[in-house]
Structure formats: structure tokens, C-alpha cells
Nanobody, 123 residues
């Protein structure tokens, strides 16, 4: 099983940007489908974005399309989430996810989770 560690979270303001990192260890992620989810207090964990092993195919939740970009560098065993034009509803804990076998589109079938990185919003 791959170990995932997120970083890059921090206080943001409306319209701001943030780059999240998901560093993997234990195994190369080259063959893994990777994804990002977020969970606000008192809510379920929502799908945000996903990417296939070689990075040619991505998928996004409608509420982040055009603002967030998922990417990966398999040589660094790292997945990224560039978040632009952040909104107050973006406040959440962001989690990295990995699985083998299919593009991540929901929490079902995720093999590995990171511990999450917080993205709080500054009023």
C-alpha cells in the first residue's frame, strides 16, 4: 500500500490561490490513479479531481472546473492540486487518494488516503 502525505494547506482569501502537494512513498505511483477530495466540517467527503497514471486524462467536480488543476510528476512521486479563484466554500480539509485499476470519481474503491491538509478561509 502506498503512503500519502499532503501539504501546502493554509489560510486563504476570496480569489486567492493555493498549491497542494501529495507526496507518496512506499511504492511508485506511476501505475496508480490519483485523486483529491475535500471535507468540510459536518459534511461528507466530496470528490474534487482525479488523474490517471500517465496524466493524460483528468476529471473534475463541476464546482471546481476552470479553477482547479490536478497534475502529477511521477519522477517525484507527487501529485499536485493548483487551486485558483478560491471561494469561501472551498474551506475544507483536502485529502489525497490513490487506487489501482480505475479513475477515481468517488470515495468508493479508494485504496489509500492521506491524512489531509487544512485549507481555512480568512474572512
Amino acid at each position: 500500500q502506498v503512503l500519502l502525505v499532503e501539504s501546502g494547506g493554509g489560510l486563504v482569501q476570496a480569489g486567492g490561490s493555493l498549491l497542494l502537494f501529495c507526496e507518496a512513498s512506499g511504492r511508485t505511483i506511476r501505475t496508480y490513479y490519483m485523486g483529491w477530495f475535500r471535507q468540510a466540517p459536518g459534511t461528507v467527503r466530496d470528490f474534487v479531481a482525479s488523474i490517471i497514471g500517465l496524466g493524460f486524462t483528468t476529471d473534475y467536480a463541476n464546482f471546481v472546473k476552470g479553477r482547479f488543476t490536478i497534475s502529477r510528476d511521477n519522477t517525484k512521486n507527487t501529485v499536485y492540486l493548483q487551486m485558483n479563484n478560491l471561494k469561501p466554500e472551498s474551506t475544507a480539509v483536502y485529502y489525497c487518494a490513490a487506487n489501482i485499476g480505475r479513475l477515481i470519481t468517488s470515495t468508493a474503491g479508494v485504496d489509500s488516503w492521506g491524512q489531509g491538509t487544512q485549507v481555512p478561509f480568512s474572512a
